[in-house]
């Protein structure tokens, strides 16, 4: 065991985060602990904190990481310590039909669901008693053990804070561009929520060549950012979001995605994307929200409403991608970030996210 400051969401009903020491440990046959570098603040990790879904507690929060290895279990033979690792929340069983078909991102028995290593077990304590690590990451930690399988080996040159997007907010974005809508280049775009993740799918519908790139938020602020990272058109969201696209496209966008996580903008994706367009949903709304859609338009007018988990990635195969993309400077991953915070002011990063602020948070070890 060593002992690591993280922070951790204490009860249920806690809105703050404590800040405090955690014992981790000894990484056991197949696991590795990483020493985290940096940390995003995502909008998964705001769900748990507001309640609105339920996670064992205490859990340590934070799911999009990246550092260094820094010990491994018995039979990791193919990382050394002091190679740079992102971390990925999604881990597959590697057993099932699913993972068997090469599909590992529809696993059915993902054991980072339950936020437990493979084994049943939690490799974090607090006063005594099992800690939870949120996913099975727990980034906002100094340390984190989790499989071998759920890291990534990456290059040095790329800095641990664009690492650790890559690991969430920007796959995410990216892969439900080219995974799950399968985006052609010239086709128009209309993007949900100009955050973390709708800012990931603005840049990555770039890189894909679409042609008009329409943003939708309620925030001026987001909405800029959105211009900068090459949205054609933005639209100030008041309710009347299908008709604006319709004035911009003539007859709806190939393509929709929510990036935020409401019932309502869910709802009314199908009614902005053109006849045998696409509509996926990408934010996660709270628990028992149930999502109202005109099911005889989406029938009667052969359009496709699908949701995305996690870009439908395969990490191994797309983050040294989305690594090359970002040095290349293609997708100008830097860029999301614009607050960075000690550990120690996590609370902070999570009260500028309720009020809206626009970019990305990231906590830096
Ligand atoms: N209409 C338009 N935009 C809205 C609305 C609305 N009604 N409500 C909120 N927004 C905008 C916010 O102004 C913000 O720019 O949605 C954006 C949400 O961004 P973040 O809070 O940064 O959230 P993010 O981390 O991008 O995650 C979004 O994706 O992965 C999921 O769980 C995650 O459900 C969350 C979603
Ligand atoms: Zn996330």
Not at 73 to 79: K, N
Not at 158 to 174: E, K, N, Q, R, Y
Request: aromatic fraction near 6%; glycine fraction near 12%; proline fraction near 7%.
């Amino acid at each position: 065991m060593i002992s690591a400051r993280a922070a951790f969401h204490p009860s249920p009903a806690a809105r703050e985060l404590t800040v405090d020491t955690v014992e981790v440990a000894e990484p056991g046959p197949g696991l590795v602990r990483v020493r985290l570098g940096a940390s995003g603040v995502c909008g998964s990790d705001r769900h748990v904190l507001d309640g609105e879904w339920s996670m064992p507690s205490p859990t340590v929060l934070g799911h999009e990481g990246a550092g260094t290895v820094e010990s491994m279990g018995e039979g990791v033979t193919d990382l050394e310590e002091g190679d740079h690792v992102i971390i990925t929340w999604f881990q597959p069983c590697l057993r099932c039909s699913s993972c068997a078909e090469g599909r590992t991102w529809v696993c059915d028995n993902a054991s980072s669901e339950g936020c437990r290593l493979p084994d049943g077990s939690t490799p974090l304590r607090k006063d005594d008693r099992e800690a939870f690590p949120y996913l099975a990451v727990g980034s906002m930690a100094e340390y984190a053990v989790v499989p071998r399988h759920a890291l990534v080996p990456i290059s040095r040159e790329v800095p641990f804070d664009v690492a650790a997007l890559i690991g969430c907010s920007v796959v995410t974005g990216f892969g439900a561009v080219v995974n799950d809508a399968g985006v052609q280049a010239g086709r128009s775009a209309l993007v949900i929520g100009a955050g973390g993740v709708g800012l990931s799918l603005i840049m990555s519908l770039v890189a894909a060549g679409a042609g008009k790139i329409i943003a939708a938020d309620i925030n001026p602020e987001a909405l800029a950012l959105a211009e900068e990272f090459g949205a054609t058109h933005t639209v100030l969201s008041n309710g009347d979001l299908p008709d604006k696209v319709r004035e911009i496209t003539g007859h709806g966008v190939d393509y929709a995605f929510e990036a935020i996580g409401r019932p309502e903008t869910i709802g009314i994706m199908p009614d902005c994307v053109r006849r045998g367009g696409k509509a996926v949903i990408v934010g996660l709304p709270p628990e028992d929200a149930p999502v109202s859609v005109d099911a005889l338009a989406l029938a009667e007018q052969g359009k496709t409403l699908i949701g995305s988990n996690y870009g439908s990635t395969v990490p191994p195969r797309d983050f040294p991608l989305l690594a090359q993309l970002y040095l290349s400077g293609r997708l100008p991953i830097d860029r999301l970030i614009t607050r960075r915070f000690a550990l120690e002011d996590v609370n902070e990063a999570f009260s500028l996210m309720r009020a809206g602020a626009a970019g990305r948070s990231v906590i830096v070890y």
